[in-house]
């Protein structure tokens, strides 16, 4: 049985004028979403969409690379103002931030949403180099 043409989706053109970055930085990679104020998702960027692959993903220069890609996605929606919330302990979340930032976004707030265990789950055993 032949397969049927796949469709084009069309993305229409969204005016929206704030809305929420999320920025996850683990110690592997970096995460950038950027969602409506009801928590839709409009763009998101990864360093390994951009290109980067293995170590690099995890640098301040790969996130701020994948912060551009996915702002300039935002901004084609006519958003213009965001809160921002960071998670994770990573490299990339500082130069997120200054990526953001010099687009020219209005921050309107930084919340940092790290969890914190309180004596909760064993943490993972301590690397010997």
Known sequence: M???PSRIRNRERKNIVSGRAHVVSTFNNTRITITDPHGNTIAWSS????GFSGSRKNSPFAAQVATDDCSAKAQNHGMSSLEVKVSGLGAGRDSALRALRAIGFTIVSICDVT???HNGCRPR????I
Not at 47 to 50: D, T
Not at 125 to 128: A, I
């Open 2 to 4: 032949p397969k049927s």
């Open 125 to 128: 055993k301590r690397r010997r």
């Open 47 to 50: 360093p390994k969409v951009v």
């Open 115 to 117: 969890m914190i265990a």
